[in-house]
């Protein structure tokens, strides 16, 4: 849900601004960085969230628990971060 919702956010965001011809999920982290409502060193390192929000949606049988714990275990600053920037651009908005 914290994936799907970095990726809503991103594409609200992105709409307003007339950012429409986006292709898939990933598209959307990558055009945040490019627009700098992301730093883009941070898209390209939460990029790949993208493709594992997929996994767990669409192959949730073959999901690998391992790498859930460690994303869970590692990653979960990502989402704060996130936020952080989000509530900077919005305010300079």
Do not use: C, T
Request: no cysteine; charged share 25%.
């Amino acid at each position: 849900m914290a994936i799907q919702l970095v990726i809503d956010i991103g594409n609200h965001i992105l709409v307003e601004i007339g950012e429409n011809q986006i292709e898939d999920y990933v598209d959307i982290i990558d055009r945040l960085g490019e627009k700098e409502i992301i730093p883009p060193s941070f898209a390209y390192n939460i990029r790949n969230m993208a493709g594992f929000r997929n996994i767990l949606v669409h192959e949730y049988l073959k999901v690998d628990l391992e790498q859930v714990y460690q994303v869970l275990q590692k990653r979960l600053p990502d989402f704060k971060k996130f936020i952080i920037y989000i509530k900077n651009y919005l305010k300079d908005y």
